[in-house]
């Protein structure tokens, strides 16, 4: 059965066959493709849902629910609950970007909204244990509808500009580093800046491991990428299906790194194992598009045709 009840936001990446970014020598940002990506990052009200739906007795065989001691992680447990209802969402946590999951944690979310369980879908995951198997030859299924997307599919929805066909250096249409005030000002991201928390606006030496350093996916209104996603450079990193040399790519920024680690230049070494869990990693997800946002980006093609048809018979 297909996963229905987990409502996801998307955007649309569109201009297929851009150039790659040659800040990077020209190897990443280029999709021949249209494609979606998460607005947001996936939160832990969606995550939780997830883990009701695949795990509704609190088994967790496959590992999905990792508690961890920091004061990010949003999710509970109450094996005494209904079944189908061991999962819960912490209070003030809903909008919260989901953490502590790592790279199978994710692959299994994206192939039950792909194709309604975990271990199949958009990414064939082999012997029913947390590390697959086949874990060192997974790689995306052909026809995959939903997926995590890869280091070039995220790059693009963070870094390109379509009107110009250039590159920013930071996921808010900005070559200058953002802020890190938490508002619906320009160029802001949740980072650790200048000594400066975004959460507690404290700094050096000032890290308090029960303070939740999170903020609400989306909180910086004013601060999204040229295609709309926001938080790409900031808040949580986000795992990609894209395999660099024995790991998955991460790419972006997170609440406790500073600004050399968030810039498009600094994309990611790989040096995490696909079984890492942490406080600063999350993930969104990327999807084939509507049929209704291509036949609209299509019309507008056709609409420019016929426009210049017209000019140039006057």
């Known amino acids: 059965m ?3 009840s987990i409502n996801m936001q998307y955007v649309t990446v569109g201009n297929p066959g851009n150039a790659a970014d040659p800040a990077t020598g ?8 249209t494609f979606n990506i998460g607005e947001y990052d996936v939160t832990d009200s969606q995550y939780c849902t997830f883990l009701n739906s ?10 999905l629910y990792s508690p961890q001691g920091d004061a990010e992680f ?12 061991k999962y819960l969402v912490i209070p003030g946590y809903a909008n919260m970007p989901a953490v502590d999951v790592d790279y199978w944690d994710t692959l299994r979310f994206a192939n039950y909204l792909d194709d309604g369980n975990t271990e199949s879908g958009a990414y064939t995951l082999m012997g029913d244990t947390p590390i697959p198997s086949n874990a060192s030859s997974v790689t995306r299924n052909a026809g995959a509808t939903v997926w995590l997307p890869s280091q070039n599919e995220w790059y693009k929805a963070a870094y390109y500009d379509p009107a110009n066909g250039t ?8 070559n200058t580093a953002p802020g890190n005030v938490v508002d619906s000002g320009s160029n802001e991201a949740n980072y650790y800046h200048d000594g400066v ?19 609400a996916v989306g909180s910086f209104t004013g601060s ?3 295609y709309g996603t926001y938080d790409q450079s900031g808040d949580v990193f986000n795992w990609s299906d894209t395999i660099l040399g024995y790991n998955p790519a991460f790419l972006g920024g997170a609440w406790g790194t500073n600004i050399t680690i968030t810039p498009s ?8 194992s696909p079984t890492t869990e942490d406080a600063e990693f999350g993930f969104r997800l990327a999807s084939i598009p509507e049929p209704s946002s291509v036949m609209l980006m299509l019309a507008g093609v056709f609409g420019m045709v016929w426009m210049r048809g017209k000019s140039f018979k006057l």
């Open 265 to 272: 230049s600094s994309f990611s070494d790989s040096q995490f």
């Open 54 to 63: 695949v795990d509704p007795t609190g088994a967790n065989t496959l590992d």
């Open 167 to 174: 590159y920013s250096t930071y996921a808010t249409q900005s």
């Open 224 to 226: 999204a990428s040229y």
């Open 26 to 33: 020209s190897f990443y940002g280029s999709v021949g493709y």
């Open 197 to 215: 928390y975004s959460v507690t606006r404290t700094g050096v030496n000032k890290y308090n491991p029960s303070q939740n350093y999170l903020t």
């Open 2 to 4: 297909r996963a229905q």
């Open 74 to 85: 949003g999710i509970s447990e109450n094996l005494a609950a209904a079944s189908g209802s």
